[in-house]
């Protein structure tokens, strides 16, 4: 069983920044591929980027890449998502995800096993 917090939202004018973290609870956080999603009002959850167990493998949804960056400290049993340039579209509640070996290289939510209750982030123009 893996518990996973969020935190880092807040409010922030276009073209600012945030760092979100997610702080993970167990032993095995490097066994686990990391995954960050975002849900708007109105709209479905949707991916934006995860990293892998080790650090090794990153990828980024085209709205976010070049903008958001994931990495992760497996000491800390924490996932970071830096946020910067950050437009009114990417306001949301953002969640963070775990999995094992069917999250690997996965962008589909149905593939994390554990979820964050989420931190939101609104970005006003």
């Known amino acids: 069983q893996v518990q996973l917090v969020e935190s880092g939202g807040g409010m922030v004018q276009a073209g600012g920044s945030l760092r979100l973290s997610c702080a993970a609870s167990g032993r095995t956080f490097s066994s686990y591929t990391m995954g960050w999603f975002r849900q708007a009002p109105g709209k479905e959850r949707e991916f934006v980027t995860f990293i892998s167990g080790s650090g090794g493998l990153t990828y980024y949804a085209d709205s976010v890449r070049g903008r958001f960056t994931i990495s992760r400290d497996n000491a800390k049993n924490t996932v970071y998502l830096q946020t910067t340039t950050l437009k009114p579209e990417d306001t949301a509640i953002y969640y963070c995800?775990?999995?094992?070996?069917?999250?690997?290289?996965?962008?589909?939510?149905?593939?994390?096993?554990?979820w964050g209750q989420g931190t939101q982030v609104t970005v006003s123009s």
């Open positions: 995800a775990a999995g094992r070996r069917k999250a690997y290289g996965s962008t589909s939510s149905d593939d994390y096993d554990y």
